[in-house]
C-alpha cells in the first residue's frame, strides 16, 4: 500500500443556517437550502496526524462555507482557520491541506465546487465536547453551540443519520444549534434559539 503524504483523524461538528433536517445532506446535496443559500461552518480537531514529518496531533481547523440555494451546484464562497497555535511547519502544511492544495477532501472540494476562495487565517481555536454537546469559538471569525438530538432507545445516544455524501464522515450524528454566530470572511450571520441545522462524528482524511 502506498504511504500517504498527509493524514489526519479526529472528531469533527458543524452548523449551518438551514432548519433541522438541513435538505442539502438527505438530497445529496441536490434540494434548495432553507434559506437563498447555506452558510456552514465545519470545525475539526486532530488527533492524530501527520504530513510528511510535521505533526498535526491536537491542531484544530475550520472550514466556512457559503452556497447558493442548492449547495450541489457549487459557485461557493469558501474560507479556512487554522489553529495559530501551530509553529511554522505545521501552519505550512496545515494551510495546505485544508485550502485544498495538497489534494484529498479539502482538494476535492475546491476544484468541483468553490468559485470564491477567500483565504487562510490564524487564530486560536476553542473546540470542546461534553455529552452530546459541542462548541465553538474562534475569535472575530465564528461561534456556535450544538447538542445532539438524543435518542429515546439509547440513553446518552443521539439519532444518526447513515451513508451520505457528507465530507467528514458518511454517518453523521444529528444535532440541532442553540446558537450561530459568524463575523469573518464577509460571511456574517446571527443565529441564535433557532434550533437550527448541526451534525458531528469522528473524521478520517488523507491524501
Known amino acids: 500500500m502506498a504511504e500517504h503524504k498527509w493524514q489526519i483523524s479526529g472528531d469533527y461538528m458543524e452548523s449551518c443556517n438551514c432548519d433541522y433536517l438541513c435538505p442539502c445532506v438527505y438530497t445529496n446535496p441536490q434540494g434548495g437550502a432553507t434559506l437563498d443559500n447555506c452558510t456552514a461552518v465545519l470545525v475539526f480537531r486532530i488527533n492524530k496526524g501527520r504530513s510528511g514529518q510535521v505533526s498535526l496531533d491536537g491542531l484544530c481547523f475550520a472550514l466556512l462555507i457559503r452556497s447558493g440555494k442548492v449547495m450541489g451546484d457549487g459557485n461557493w464562497a469558501f474560507a479556512c482557520v487554522v489553529d495559530e497555535r501551530a509553529d511554522a511547519a505545521q501552519r505550512s502544511a496545515l494551510s495546505a491541506i ?110
Open 98 to 207: 485544508v485550502s485544498g492544495e495538497a489534494g484529498g477532501t479539502p482538494g476535492m472540494i475546491r476544484s468541483a465546487l468553490v468559485s470564491d476562495f477567500r483565504g487562510v487565517a490564524f487564530k486560536p481555536i476553542d473546540f470542546r465536547m461534553s455529552g452530546l454537546t459541542r462548541s465553538v469559538s474562534i475569535p472575530d471569525v465564528v461561534s456556535f453551540e450544538i447538542e445532539g438530538v438524543a435518542s429515546r432507545n439509547r440513553s446518552g445516544e443521539p439519532f444518526y443519520i447513515d451513508n451520505t455524501a457528507h465530507p467528514a464522515n458518511r454517518r453523521l450524528a444529528l444535532a440541532r444549534a442553540k446558537r450561530l454566530c459568524v463575523r469573518g470572511f464577509s460571511l456574517d450571520i446571527d443565529i441564535a434559539g433557532k434550533g437550527n441545522n448541526g451534525h458531528f462524528a469522528p473524521f478520517t482524511w488523507a491524501a
